[in-house]
């Protein structure tokens, strides 16, 4: 019997970190390590996962990040063609259906992204759209995604979900809850450390934060 | 010019070696409403006439920005006009895409020129019914073109198309060499009295004209028409000039021209 030929190498590989994303009344805290890793060594500690697609939304992604960035520059292409029609930015929704069918695009032989788009709404309140790899998205209060979500999601339930109905923060409670989650994150999960970039959208704009973060 | 039997089809020569439908084409522009361009060391300012059709109705577009780093102002068939922005703004996109970098205008010009020559050699299509000037900023500098319906383009220091652009063109003519080194505030100020020059005594106002801006450091843009009437109102007081120096010149007849695609 002959066995079917197999390729010997991946399209794919996961350069690892972790993204989060919380959504506020007035604001939102979207926030990514910034190691970029290959297998078990590191390429370097300084890259950003964060781009900013439009006025009010912030895109936070890890897995593969030459898919990632490729599909963020497409996005970026997209958002210049709609700012050309509408002659206005493209809404946060607006933006996370795009993603959404961006991703589905490529069912078939997907982007290795796992997403969070974080922003404000048509009517300035924080919204947060989680993604799988394919398209699959849905509003939320905060999310977690990538090699430290699974450390970091229980937290989040626990300080935002379990205080039933969903808590939602001060800007300022936020931010130490990211910085909290990071630092907790980096420590048993080799992919995550370094430093955490933390964006803040609000109405007055984005502001930027930064924190360090174990460097093992 | 008048109908003769070889301007039918673009597709057909006449015995003088003249292509009477891309002609004709460059006629389309001429009756449009007047559209310049002036263009410094570091800013290109463009300028149009917006007339609109009745009172009830809006203006024609006729500026559109193509990039962070360009922009177009058309005469002629503004219908075709939008088509080719669309058209340049995806030729930036695209670039950008690829190079991480803005697309060079004399780059973008070629491309446009050769889009329009496409529709002067195919016998299913017609030639663009527009002209646009392309202004822009890259690493060489400032520029200005005017792309023709032919797919002829040029680089200009100043240029005006359109109706009664002629007496723009004297005006940009006796000014133009000092256009180079003009300050931003003035280069604006040449341009709308440039369009004023178009409008042959009619009141100038910023409800029917449309200045945009790109210089270095300065992204194209449209600018406010609060910021328009204030630069027109003191455009007026300075205004000593007797215009009958301006109308001595405009009564000069055009000359017998060449073929218009041998400009």
């Known amino acids: 019997m002959a066995s079917k030929q197999q390729a010997n190498w991946s399209p794919y590989d996961n350069n690892g970190g972790t993204c989060v994303a919380i959504a506020g009344s007035n604001y939102c805290v979207i926030a990514a390590d910034t190691r970029l890793s290959t297998g078990y060594s590191i390429l370097t500690r300084d890259y950003s996962k964060l781009q900013q697609l439009a006025d009010k939304s912030i895109l936070a992604s890890s897995g593969f990040q030459a898919d990632i960035k490729a599909l963020q520059k497409h996005l970026s292409a997209k958002h210049l063609i709609y700012q050309h029609q509408h002659n206005k930015q493209m809404s946060c929704p607006a933006m996370a259906q795009l993603l959404s069918n961006t991703l589905y695009y490529k069912r078939f032989f997907p982007y290795y992204a796992f997403n969070v788009l974080g922003g404000l709404d048509n009517e300035g309140k924080g919204c947060v759209f989680t993604y799988d790899a394919v398209g699959s998205y849905e509003r939320v209060g905060y999310s977690s995604q990538g090699s430290g979500s699974t450390l970091i999601t229980p937290v989040l339930d626990n300080q935002l979900k379990s205080p039933s109905p969903l808590l939602i923060p001060q800007e300022t409670e936020a931010v130490d809850l990211v910085k909290d989650v990071f630092a907790s994150a980096a420590e048993r999960d080799i992919y995550t450390g370094d430093r955490v970039e933390i964006t803040i959208v609000n109405a007055a704009g984005i502001r930027r934060e930064y924190a360090e973060l174990r460097k093992d | ?263």
């Open chain 2, 1 to 263: 010019m008048f109908r003769n039997q070889y301007d039918t089809d673009v597709t057909t020569w006449s015995p003088a070696g003249r292509l009477f439908q891309v002609e004709y084409a460059m006629e389309a522009v001429k009756q449009g409403s007047a559209a310049i361009g002036l263009r410094s060391k570091t800013h290109v300012v463009l300028a149009t006439v917006n007339k609109s059709n009745s009172e009830l109705s809006s203006h024609q577009k006729k500026i559109f920005k193509i990039d962070d780093h360009i922009g177009v102002a058309i005469a002629g068939l503004t219908a075709d006009g939008r088509v080719l922005s669309r058209y340049l703004r995806s030729e930036c996109i695209n670039y950008a895409f690829t190079y991480e970098s803005p697309l060079p205008v004399g780059r973008l010009v070629v491309q446009l020129a050769d889009k329009a020559q496409v529709c002067t050699q195919r016998s299913w299509k017609r030639p663009y019914g527009v002209g646009l000037l392309v202004a822009g900023l890259d690493e060489s500098g400032a520029h200005l073109y005017y792309n023709c319906p032919s797919g002829n383009y040029f680089e200009y220091q100043a240029f005006a198309i359109g109706s009664r652009s002629q007496a723009a063109k004297t005006y940009l003519e006796r000014k133009f060499e000092s256009f180079t080194n003009s300050s931003r505030e003035d280069l604006i100020k040449d341009a709308l009295f440039a369009i004023k020059e178009t409008l042959q005594g009619e009141k100038l106002t910023s409800s029917i004209c449309t200045v945009a801006v790109v210089g270095v450091e300065e992204p194209f843009h449209i600018m406010d028409q609060k910021t328009i009437q204030e630069l027109i109102e003191s455009l007026e007081i300075k205004e000593e000039e007797p215009t009958d120096q301006g109308e001595a010149m405009e009564e000069r007849s055009p000359e017998a021209a060449p073929a218009p695609m041998d400009i």
